[in-house]
Structures are given as structure tokens and as C-alpha cells.
């Protein structure tokens, strides 16, 4: 029992002591080209695809990033003085590398083709983001534009469980999509 103390109360230490080394060291600089990315996706979880869309936009040049992402199709019971309806309104949420909310977690481009991977913390979620693209050459990028692929996932610890999603793409070069609500605008009160 002593001896197993001992190697836990060692293990904590080494623990606690890279931890304390990690946090000491700078984060990575990143010199980026210009990426301009945008992609819409829907949340799988408990086995089913979730009606809320989400369109993210992320942006990076030099190393610096940010990612904004726009709620769509959040049905919420509305009411005004005349009538009560579900509508949504847009939510926007904007998260970047400058306030330490968003960090690059990689970057590659070889050949023609590449990835980025950014992790953003959000209302106590961690959400990861892999947007792949293609360029013409990727020792003269210019902007990087053009998504080919994209996951990511996302993980919440509550109280009595960890919740866990993935995101899932729309697919085609543009797709049409129909909200199960009107979009609600915010407007100049009569």
C-alpha cells in the first residue's frame, strides 16, 4: 500500500510538473496562407442526424484564425403582441486564436491538396474542425478557398455524463435546403 502511495503520489507529480512545463512553453507560430473556408453541417448524435444546421467560416492568414459559426433552423416557440409561432433567430458565434477561444491544432499542404484542424471551446463543449482543401500548388498557395472534405466532433462533460457528437457535411458543390421554421429578423419596434 505504501509503495502504491508513493508511486501515486510520483505519477501526480510528474503529472502536475509537465503539465506546469506545457503551460510554460509558447504556443506554436503558425505563418498561414490566407484559407477562407465555409461549410454547412448538421450534429449526429444518439445515433441520428439532428435537424439544427450550422454553417461555419473559417478564416486564418499569418497566425491568426477565426471561425464563425451561424445557428440555423433553431426552432424556438416565438410570440408577439398578435400571434405565437416557432421561428428561429440567426446565432452567430465567433471564436478566434487572438482571445486564446480557438487554436490551430495543425496545418498541411502538400502537393495539391491539405488540411487544417482547429479546436474551439464553447459554452464549456470542446469541438474540433477538419477542413480539408485543394489548391493549385501548395508552395504558392494564394487563398485557400476550396473545401473537399470536413468532420469534426465534439465532446461536453455534464455533471453525470460526457456527451459526444460528430458533424457531419452537406454534400455538393451547393446545396438547397429548406428550414423546418421561418428565420425571425430583429427589427425596429412600432
Known amino acids: 500500500m505504501r509503495g502504491c502511495l508513493g508511486t501515486l503520489v510520483l505519477g ?3 503529472l502536475v510538473t509537465s503539465a506546469a512545463v506545457a503551460d510554460a512553453q509558447p504556443s506554436k507560430r503558425w505563418d498561414l496562407p490566407t484559407i477562407n473556408l465555409a461549410v454547412a453541417y448538421r450534429q ?3 445515433g441520428k442526424l ?5 454553417q461555419g467560416q473559417l478564416y486564418c492568414r499569418g497566425d491568426s484564425c477565426e471561425l464563425i459559426t451561424a445557428a440555423l433552423n433553431w426552432c424556438l416557440p416565438l410570440s408577439s403582441a398578435k400571434e405565437q409561432f416557432k421561428g428561429f433567430e440567426l446565432g452567430l458565434t465567433r471564436v ?3 482571445d486564446g477561444s480557438l487554436e490551430i491544432v495543425m496545418f498541411h499542404c502538400e ?3 491539405g488540411s487544417i484542424v482547429v479546436k474551439k471551446q464553447w459554452l464549456g463543449a ?26 469534426g466532433a465534439g465532446i461536453q ?3 453525470d455524463q460526457v456527451e459526444t457528437w460528430t458533424l457531419v457535411p452537406f454534400k455538393g458543390e451547393f446545396v ?11 427589427s425596429v419596434a412600432q
Open 12 to 14: 501526480c507529480m510528474v
Open 157 to 159: 462533460p455534464n455533471a
Open 126 to 151: 470542446e469541438i474540433t474542425y477538419r477542413f480539408g482543401f485543394s489548391v493549385a500548388d501548395c508552395r504558392k498557395p494564394g487563398m485557400i478557398t476550396r473545401v473537399t472534405s470536413f468532420d
Open 44 to 46: 449526429f448524435e444518439d
Open 111 to 113: 502537393g495539391r491538396e
Open 96 to 98: 478566434g486564436t487572438d
Open 176 to 186: 438547397r435546403w429548406t428550414p423546418d421554421c421561418p428565420l425571425i429578423l430583429p
Open 50 to 54: 439532428g435537424s439544427l444546421v450550422w
